[in-house]
């Protein structure tokens, strides 16, 4: 009897711990899964909050690729707007006038340009009756040169020449021309590059009621000084139309001079009354449609010389 009981006890013990173990594992496995859960959770909100506090990253636009002909077009066009808006401003001469059908061939031309006349001479002793009635206009007063035969045309303005025969000359010029205003050289590489004789003519030539404008047929020209010592503006030519003789090279220095007027926002070219020259201009008009063709006394800040 007593070996029965203690079997019994024996075997009642051992299936109370192994149910007691049963919930040990059970109970440990539930506190797994209830302390896991949460950090889990807090794991997944840390990440979420962390990627939400990453700055956004803007995906880059694709750029149209760049075409080299429609840049070119563009710079075009902003030429276009920028001459429509502001165009330059173009002076022609036109030189050595000493007949009435040269005046007629600038006038055919209907063409903004300033005749700039021939006191009396070889070619005509009257020239200056082409003034009369004339509102825009210069007379193309001779100079010294280095050409012996440009030399010959009747006085010419010489470096040996005394300051009253400069004077004088200048007091003559103003009765053949009552009304003239504006004065350029023919010639006068020598005269020119004279500082002393050139002042004496410049203050000559202002006392008398008169501007002048330099042609620059010589680089060593002291007109631009003197102008500066008399407080004057320097007006000057910027390049001849026609040293040679051709259509084509004088319509090429046409299209030149409209560029250096809408570079430089005015300018002042120089040509000569030659068939070809007439014809260029003729064929320039549709260039000179990007600037505005003026007389010289048209011009504002010349008129207050």
């Given amino acids: ?138 007379i193309h007063l001779p100079l010294e040169s280095h050409s012996k035969a440009m030399n010959r045309m009747h006085k010419t303005l010489f470096t040996y020449y005394s300051k009253k025969q400069i004077i004088n000359r200048v007091k003559e010029i103003r009765r053949l021309f009552p009304n003239a205003k504006y004065v350029n050289n023919h010639t006068g590489s020598v005269f020119c590059a004279n500082y002393k004789k050139s002042k004496i003519l410049y203050k000559a030539l202002l006392d008398n009621g008169f501007k002048f404008v330099d042609s620059r047929t010589t680089q060593k020209t002291k007109f631009k000084k003197i102008a500066k010592e008399f407080g004057k503006r320097y007006v000057k030519n910027d390049m001849f139309l026609d040293n040679r003789l051709s259509v084509n090279a004088t319509l090429n220095q046409i299209k030149k001079a409209v560029y250096l007027a809408k570079h430089n926002g005015f300018a002042i070219v120089i040509g000569h009354p030659h068939p070809t020259t007439f ?19 048209e011009v504002y800040w010349f008129k207050k010389l």
């Fill in 1 to 138: 009897m007593r070996y029965i009981l203690a079997i019994f006890f024996l075997l009642l013990s051992f299936g109370f711990a192994s149910e007691v173990e049963v919930v040990e594992d059970f109970s440990s496995n539930s506190n797994i899964e209830t302390i896991q859960e949460p950090q889990i959770k807090q794991q997944k909100t840390l990440k979420v909050n962390a990627e939400s506090q990453k700055p956004k990253i803007q995906k880059k636009k694709k750029e149209p690729k760049k075409d080299k002909k429609n840049k070119i077009i563009s710079h075009q066009k902003l030429n276009k707007k920028f001459t429509k808006s502001k165009k330059g401003i173009l002076v022609i001469i036109i030189d050595d006038i000493s007949h009435r059908f040269q005046l007629n061939e600038i006038k055919n031309l209907h063409i903004k340009i300033t005749p700039s006349i021939f006191p009396p001479n070889q070619m005509n002793m009257q020239s200056n009756l082409l003034a009369k009635g004339l509102k825009h206009y210069l």
């Fill in 279 to 297: 014809k260029a201009l003729k064929l320039a008009k549709k260039y000179l449609k990007d600037v505005e063709v003026k007389y010289l006394d």
